[in-house]
């Protein structure tokens, strides 16, 4: 059945993270599964990465202005054109783009999944709250008129179910990942970033922003360092606030020659990054599903990740160890893969056959195709226009 799918995101920044960093590949591998496949879109069409983009994939970007006036009348004209579209896929909640094409969507009667990313659980909902009481009187007619929710794991379910929005039908996909089509290894790595030095590498891939819980991992690193004295921690990732106190604290310590800042890696260099690390340190306050920790279990890099992460695959299929949120067992961890290079590579190659079979964008979105194709029979089926 070739569908007519429309995904929305607020933008195609790869600085921004979230939807911005799976839409394009969910996107790509609906298109090479025969659909005709479109992206609405904000910001500006210099954020999205040519590399990023695929010929099969139609990119329609939504321009800003007059308090947003100007959005609403392009989005307005883009589904009356496309009126024969099947279904929207909306990305994420609490902002003007999506709010005006699930608005707009009802009035043109084209169903529609939401994909919140994280954006109804009650952790988010707690931060910047005043805005989301105002777009709350919209927001819910967002969430009430979706043909269903999609959520990226369990948790999410779970902590959005709490809120006081009512949720109706919903199913559970994770984000995929997109795996190497090389062979990367730890000497490529190191050979691209001389920063990593020669010792052991625990590696930070991510905004570094307040909710990453950075902190910890400057203290792991603390703890760490009389067993490894040559041991670095590298952050990959656009700098959202949280460098100079880091930096700062670091100088504090005494550390700062272990702090390796490489900022934002958007292609595909990240994965030669990952692999140039002896682990992947993940500790946020809150995740929905970490697309760092996918791109670690492709190229076959052991985790650490902390309980509040919410991604228990990582112990369950033996890629790395999910522990408490304290440093102390943390660095413990931490350091049982330092010590034992053959125990990393056996996570590494158990992390990599999961992401292949479990975490490839071609099983996400043929996964996703069926979810589609039997909400829209189910909606036939009930006569809901």
């Known amino acids: 059945m070739r569908l007519r799918i429309a995904h929305v995101v607020p933008n195609l920044a790869g600085r921004s993270g979230g939807p911005a960093r799976s839409v394009l590949s969910l996107a790509t591998a609906l298109a090479g599964r025969g659909h005709d496949v479109s992206i609405l879109y904000g910001g500006t069409s210099d954020d999205v990465s040519p590399s990023a983009q695929s010929p099969l994939v139609k990119l329609v970007r939504m ?4 308090g947003n006036f100007i959005t609403g009348i392009e989005i307005r004209r883009f589904l009356r054109r496309n009126g024969d579209i099947d279904v929207l896929l909306v990305h994420s909640i609490w902002n003007s783009i ?18 919140p990313h994280g954006m109804l659980t009650s952790v988010c909902l707690r931060r910047h709250s005043l805005r989301k009481r105002l777009f709350h009187i919209y927001d819910r007619k967002t969430v009430a008129g ?4 999609r959520f990226l ?22 984000n995929g990942v997109d795996l190497p089509t090389s062979t990367l290894d730890r000497r490529k790595g190191r050979l691209m970033w001389p920063q990593f030095g020669e010792g052991p590498v625990m590696t930070f891939m991510g905004r570094l922003h307040q909710i990453k819980n950075l902190g910890l991992q400057l203290e ?73 920790v996918n791109e670690a279990l492709a190229v076959g890099v052991p985790v650490v990740a902390t309980e509040s992460v919410n991604f228990p695959e990582v112990g369950q299929v033996g890629a790395g160890f999910v522990v408490p949120p304290d440093a102390t067992v943390v660095a413990d961890h931490v350091a049982k893969i330092l010590a034992d290079q053959e125990l990393g590579r056996e996570m590494g190659c158990r992390g990599r056959e999961y ?21 829209l029979r189910r909606r036939d089926r009930s006569g809901v226009r």
């Open 98 to 115: 999506t709010t005006m094409c699930a608005a707009q969507a009802r009035v043109s009667r084209i169903p529609y999944v939401l994909c």
């Open 153 to 174: 794991n369990e948790a999410e379910r779970a902590m959005s179910l709490l809120t006081y929005i009512r949720l109706g039908q919903s199913f559970v996909l994770p």
């Open 63 to 66: 321009r800003r202005g007059c």
């Open 146 to 149: 979706a043909m269903a929710v």
């Open 355 to 375: 992401a292949r079979t479990k975490l490839s964008w071609g099983g996400i979105a043929k996964n996703l195709e069926g979810h589609l194709v039997e909400l």
């Open 220 to 292: 792991v690193l603390r703890l760490l360092l009389p067993k490894f004295p040559t041991l670095r921690w590298v952050l990959i990732g656009p700098d959202d606030g949280e460098l100079d106190a880091l930096l700062t604290a670091a100088r504090r310590h005494g550390i700062q020659d272990h702090v390796v800042w490489l900022g934002p890696i958007f292609s595909s260099d990240r994965f030669l990054a990952l692999a140039g690390s002896d682990l992947l340190l993940q500790t946020s306050v809150h995740e929905t599903h970490s697309m760092s």
